[in-house]
């Protein structure tokens, strides 16, 4: 392997994980405010790519991005009003199934709706141009991707950290009665992170389906299942660790595909989760778990 | 002068999935005072705060604030009221700083906050000198003072707190007492739980005995501590010299 290709492949990687990572952060903001995995989180990715492939079919790409980040918020909150928010006090596990539940009946929709056939996945023409660095080629997508995630990533870092919602979000992933002794809502603040792990969701999904060319109602089980992995790679429940672990498996990912083992690279990912949870069930960045009282 | 109730339990009834913690009390607490209320382990004592601050909803019964009914309103709207729980075992938010923590005490405030953080300092010197820390890896009587801190943070008219004392040593909680009767002469009203009878009823004008989900017996506080059943049952044998 030349150079060259060395770089070529580290790119893609990298590009690929910058939006398993986006997608991660909305597994693990939710665990870390509620200790739900959301298993609808992939499966509203994936709606997040027909919002695009509707909106595109009429509208020019400045309007149907904004658009598509509308509605994959919307379908995000709807899914915790509907499914999450009458269970708040019933054990976790029925809030699980009540989870599988949601992300079965997307699926369904999705198939009575638009059909099991795949749908182009539109182009958006500026995201397509081909770019050259040095020896390196590749679409303005792939060099997008990457620095997008880390700008996204900080500026979240940002509002958890020096915000008054921020503040709340952190004050509910703790204790959730004495943040409402202190006047925080709980409800909006959850929805609040819903919103915003949609959103990143919406974003993933744009840069994930152009370089995939299609969608099927499918599309979001496998890489929900990566980022989630991902999420608990960086230690469930951490932000960075987050784009961390995204960054990890997109990286392997391409590799294993370059070397020819790309039967074995899904595979490779649930191996790399029988391991975390053998040998490091915290993750790379978790701290202890402590358990909600 | 004409004490005007701040608060008042009407006939509060509050059960846990079927069974009865709280049935039928009856309190005032009377503006600018200190009241406390005393009572064994697993009274109803935490269950009767939890309700005012509407963590818990009430079977039957009223709540009065000022005589507005407050009966089963969501704890944010009890907060705007102006009253707030210090809880039972302090829960400050562990790794929230104590300056984060005093902050997240005026959650609900649209003015600024900078007096209040320097007010709260000066009642709590040890507070400041740990503004940066992890409120997590304070000592137990530094994160009772934050979670009273915080409490003050909200401006409250009344404050509820749910035994302060609780696992300090003496001097500690001889400076939490101090601060509770610092706070109530500026004028915030103040709902005292305690095990620690002697120490509350010393501060407060008036206690209320509680005795498995009732009202035992209730009066003054120099009362009270004379009273012999009262002595015989939570003011243990120290007090006979
Ligand atoms: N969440 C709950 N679910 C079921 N029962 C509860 C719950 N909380 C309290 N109880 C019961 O209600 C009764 C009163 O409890 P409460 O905590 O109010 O007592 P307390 O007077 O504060 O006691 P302590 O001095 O030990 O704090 C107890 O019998 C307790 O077991
Ligand atoms: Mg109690």
Known sequence: MTITTLFQHILTGISLGGAYALIAIGYTMVYGILRLINFAH????????????????????????????????????????????????????????????????????????????????????????????????????????????????LALMFLIHHTKVGMAMRAVSKDFETAQLMGIKLNNTISYTFVIGSLLAAIGSILYFTDRMSVTPFSGTLPGLKCFIAAVLGGIGNIPGAMVGGFIIGICETFLVAFGYSTFSDAFTFILLIIILLFRPTGLFGEKMTDKV | MAKNNLLRLENLCVSYGGIRAVKGINLTVPEGEIVTLIGANGAGKSTILRTIAGLVKPESGKIYFKDNDITCKAPNLIVEQGITLVPEGRRVFPDLTVLENLKIGGYLRKDNLDADIEWVYTLFPRLKERSWQMAGTLSGGEQQMLAVGRALMSKPKLIMMDEPSLGLAPIIVQDIMNIIKTVNKEGVTILLVEQNANLALKIAHYGYVCETGHISTEGSGAALLEDEAVKAAYLGKARKK
């Open chain 1, 42 to 153: 992939g499966d509203i990715f994936m709606m997040a790519g027909y919002f695009m492939i509707f909106s595109m079919a009429t509208l020019p790409w400045q309007i149907a991005i904004p658009l598509v980040c509308i509605l994959t918020v919307a379908l995000g909150v709807a899914v915790e009003r509907a499914a999450y928010k009458p269970l708040r006090s019933a054990p976790r596990m029925s809030i699980m199934i009540s989870a599988i539940g949601a992300s079965y009946l997307i699926q369904n929709l999705a198939t009575y709706l638009f059909t099991a056939l795949p749908k182009a996945y539109p182009e958006i023409p500026f995201l397509k141009k081909i770019l050259h660095i040095g020896s390196i080629s590749s679409s303005l997508v792939t060099f997008i991707t990457p620095v997008l995630t880390i700008l996204l990533v």
